[in-house]
Nanobody, 113 residues
Framework: QLQASGGGLVQAGGSLRLSCAAS????????MSWYRQAPGKERELVAS??????NYADSVKGRFTISRDNAKNTEYLQMNSLKPEDTGVYYC??????????WGQGTLVTVSS
């Protein structure tokens, strides 16, 4: 299972770092990613990392950085220059080489103006 942490309340312009650690026995994890769901909106992809290749939603490019530690089966999301529109529940997701997907429980990020 995945355990996400690092969410909280921050003022606009501030920073937060989210972490997501996989516990238990996992086969090799291929894709690690972060999604978010704002109130009243659908869940959207924020960032993903496969090997050394990263992908970001246009709305977070230049402000967020996704990284991973394969030895620890952990992924991170460094969020800088946060905006009120970044508010939402952030979910981590990992997909193994076998195609099995795992989701974290979500961590709330609130950005005040």
């Amino acid at each position: 299972q995945l355990q996400a942490s690092g969410g909280g309340l921050v003022q606009a312009g501030g920073s937060l770092r989210l972490s997501c650690a996989a516990s238990g026995t996992f086969s090799t994890i291929n894709i690690m990613s972060w999604y978010r769901q704002a109130p009243g909106k659908e869940r959207e992809l924020v960032a993903s990392i496969t090997g050394g290749s990263t992908n970001y939603a246009d709305s977070v490019k230049g402000r967020f950085t996704i990284s991973r530690d394969n030895a620890k089966n952990t992924e991170y999301l460094q969020m800088n220059s946060l905006k009120p529109e970044d508010t939402g529940v952030y979910y981590c997701k990992m997909i193994t080489n076998w195609g099995r997907a795992y989701w974290g429980q979500g961590t709330l990020v609130t950005v005040s103006s």
